[in-house]
């Protein structure tokens, strides 16, 4: 399955440091899409990028896109407490993922105030 | 959580029981899809609809039904025939094509079999 794999599994860092994730895929993808998750609560879409744009950005978001290594970053600036939370990725192909959507198992971040 | 409601937050049942888990979105999205999250596995679709009186079962449907009657609402029935049912259970919605919109979700229902 097209299904994105986050790496690390879990990340702690201090606040006011950045905070750097990693989303890799299979195939060929139309876009990818991260979306963060605190704890008990739904998914929030954060930012989609698609296949022919290289970085996106979203306030203290960053998110790279690099299609010859099948992979993708998410970078979050002067992280805060508030940004303690699981990070997924979500990579979508219309021909290989049979029009599915896959998330992966995440990152966990933790921001120690 | 963007106009998608879930109920209950909690849900407990007895084993062999049937139990109906609600969604709604006043979002006017074409699409609806329950996925199902366990510890350490991320989220795994069980179903989802594109449009009323639709759906597809995604990859974990076996114990589970839905019904798309109203585009406002796509329940999910767990049924006594799914074995391990105890999971945080997500609904979300999108204008349409699930991979080129982003997802809205609800807050969740955690069932627990007793």
């Known amino acids: 399955s097209q299904q994105g794999e986050e790496d690390p599994q879990a990340l702690s860092i201090q606040e006011g440091e950045n905070a750097t994730m990693n989303c890799s895929y299979k195939t060929s993808i139309n876009n990818l899409q991260w979306y963060r998750q605190n704890s008990g609560r739904g998914l929030v879409h954060l930012i989609l990028i698609r296949s022919n744009e290289r970085e996106k950005h979203s306030g203290r978001l960053r998110v790279t896109l690099d299609t010859s290594k099948k992979s993708s970053s998410l970078l979050i600036t002067a992280s805060r407490a508030a940004d303690t939370a699981s990070y997924f990725c979500?990579?979508?192909?219309?021909?290989?993922?049979?029009?599915?959507?896959?998330f992966g198992t995440g990152t966990s971040l933790t921001v120690i105030p | 959580d963007g106009g998608i409601t879930q109920s209950p937050k909690y849900l407990f049942r007895k084993e062999g029981q049937n139990v109906t888990l609600s969604c709604e979105q006043n979002l006017n999205h074409d699409a609806m899809y329950w996925y199902r999250q366990d510890p350490g596995q991320g989220l795994r679709l069980i179903y989802y609809?594109?449009?009323?009186?639709?759906?597809q079962k995604g990859d974990i449907a076996e114990g589970y039904s839905v019904s798309r009657e109203k585009k406002e609402s796509f329940p999910l029935t767990v049924t006594s025939a799914q074995k391990n049912p105890t999971a945080f259970y997500l609904c979300?919605?999108?204008?349409?094509?699930?991979?080129?919109?982003?997802?809205?979700f609800g807050p969740g229902t955690r069932l627990t079999v007793l």
């Open positions: 979300a919605s999108s204008i349409g094509d699930r991979g080129r919109d982003e997802q809205f």
């Open positions: 979500a990579p979508y192909s219309s021909i290989n993922t049979g029009n599915q959507f896959y």
């Open positions: 609809s594109q449009i009323v009186n639709d759906f």
